[in-house]
């Protein structure tokens, strides 16, 4: 599940309850999927009823429901921890393995830090996208910050998923919707836009461990 924040202040909301609540169950069902999920699928698909986001859940949502736990992780794990593709370390996409990738986290955990929110991160990184859209659901004007500055990572996940066929495509279209201007339809596209390359090959990553950052060679 995505990590705990807990408020040390009383954040003030500056988006609307739809948004909220889209980076909540958007945080929830792209985390590593576990029973606590599995129980709350029916009330994060009560809470989208009948909003702009509720078909866009549809498919993942069904997945979820659609096979056992372990295969569900199993899954969850040869997408998003084994494969480069769809990497949900938002740095990754912008910085890969580079001196530059430090002081962006850096400043992602001051943002959490400074919002009031005390952040059990579980042991992952501040970057993780399941961390940021639950952040962006507690403090909405830091978040949509967050997620404006990480814009070009959210369309690269978001056209990768699609282009492999995985559920969780609409989940990504969702959180993208939310931010300013129509979405990139190609990486092409979001290369000209917001001047951002997919990374090169990852090198000296260990899949199996999910606590480690997803690293790419750096760029020339």
């Known amino acids: 599940m995505s990590p705990l924040f807990r408020s040390a202040t009383v954040p003030t909301p500056t988006s609307d309850g739809h948004d909220a609540v889209l980076c909540q169950a958007a945080a929830l069902v792209l985390s590593y999927p576990d029973e606590d999920l599995l129980a709350r699928l029916d009330l994060i698909e009560a809470a989208l009823a009948g909003t702009p986001s509720a078909d866009r859940f549809a498919g993942v949502l069904a997945h979820l429901r659609g096979a056992p736990l372990g295969d569900l992780q199993a899954f969850h794990v040869q997408e998003f921890d084994l494969?480069?593709?769809?990497?949900?370390?938002?740095?990754?996409?912008?910085?890969?393995?580079?001196?530059?990738?430090?002081?962006?986290?850096?400043?992602?955990?001051?943002?959490?830090?400074?919002?009031?929110?005390?952040?059990?991160?579980?042991?992952?990184?501040?970057?993780?996208?399941?961390?940021?859209?639950?952040?962006?659901?507690?403090?909405?004007?830091?978040?949509?910050?967050?997620?404006?500055?990480?814009?070009?990572?959210?369309?690269?996940?978001?056209?990768?998923?699609?282009?492999?066929?995985?559920?969780?495509?609409?989940?990504?279209?969702?959180?993208?919707?939310?931010l300013p201007g129509e979405s990139p339809r190609t990486r092409a596209e979001v290369q000209a836009r917001f001047g951002q390359a997919p990374p090169v090959e990852l090198v000296g990553l260990d899949p199996l461990d999910r606590n480690r950052p997803h690293l790419a060679e750096e760029r020339a």
């Open 83 to 178: 494969s480069r593709k769809h990497a949900l370390h938002l740095t990754y996409w912008t910085d890969g393995d580079t001196r530059r990738r430090g002081e962006v986290l850096a400043r992602i955990k001051r943002a959490y830090r400074d919002s009031g929110l005390v952040v059990d991160t579980g042991g992952e990184l501040p970057d993780h996208l399941p961390m940021v859209l639950e952040f962006a659901a507690a403090v909405p004007a830091a978040g949509r910050e967050l997620l404006e500055q990480f814009r070009a990572s959210l369309e690269l996940i978001r056209i990768g998923l699609a282009a492999d066929g995985l559920p969780h495509a609409g989940v990504l279209e969702a959180v993208c919707s939310l």
